[in-house]
């Protein structure tokens, strides 16, 4: 199994951008799916972003495209996710999560969060 610390969340006015990054530790990362998730208050937790091992698969929710982008380093165990053009409806808690495939993500490693807050 593999262990998953985020970072870069931090409070941004809209319009703006951070980076996360999600490090993850084992020498098996670069066999793993890996991917974000995204909570916000009073709802569940949503699906934002999603890419293969060998990135030949990507895969985002409508309401980020052309805004986020995901990618990895397999050389630095990390993958990192892109936010520019944020908005107040981005502000929530991201989860970093590896599995076997994009497709479940859901069924894998978990982070513990990073708060990202989007100001208006």
């Known amino acids: 199994q593999v262990q998953l610390v985020e970072s870069g969340g931090g409070l941004v006015q809209a319009g703006g951008s951070l980076r996360l990054s999600c490090a993850a530790s084992?020498?098996?990362?670069?066999?793993?799916?890996m991917g974000w998730f995204r909570q916000a208050p009073g709802k569940e937790r949503e699906f934002v972003a999603g890419i293969s091992w060998n990135r030949l698969t990507i895969r985002y929710v409508d309401s980020v495209k052309g805004r986020f982008t995901i990618s990895r380093d397999n050389g630095k165990n990390t993958v990192y996710l892109q936010m520019n053009s944020l908005k107040p409806e981005d502000t929530a808690v991201y989860y970093c999560?590896?599995?076997?495939?994009?497709?479940?993500?859901?069924?894998?490693?978990w982070g513990q969060g990073t708060q990202v807050t989007v100001s208006s």
């Open positions: 084992g020498r098996t990362f670069s066999s793993y799916a």
């Open positions: 999560a590896a599995g076997a495939t994009v497709a479940t993500l859901s069924g894998g490693s």
